[in-house]
């Protein structure tokens, strides 16, 4: 589970839909980006990263341990 990145949209003031959305994906995609069950391409974690004012290395860090 990548908590980083869940906690990083719970706190946002975009709704996790919206970024969803500017990602071109479904708010299902990104429940299973958060839960670990689908990997974005690097051109949408850097939208996410974006939507979110955050670097991509802090939402997903390259060694991560999926919980």
């Known amino acids: 589970m990548n ?4 906690q990083a949209l719970a706190v946002h003031e975009i709704p996790a839909y919206k970024i969803a959305e ?7 995609w990104l429940s299973m980006v958060i839960r670990g069950m689908a ?10 990263a974006d939507s979110l004012e955050r670097r991509v290395g802090e939402l997903f860090p390259a060694n991560s341990e999926v919980l």
């Open 3 to 6: 908590i980083v990145l869940k």
């Open 22 to 28: 500017k990602v071109g994906r479904s708010p299902g």
């Open 39 to 48: 990997e974005p391409s690097e051109l949408e974690k850097q939208v996410i």
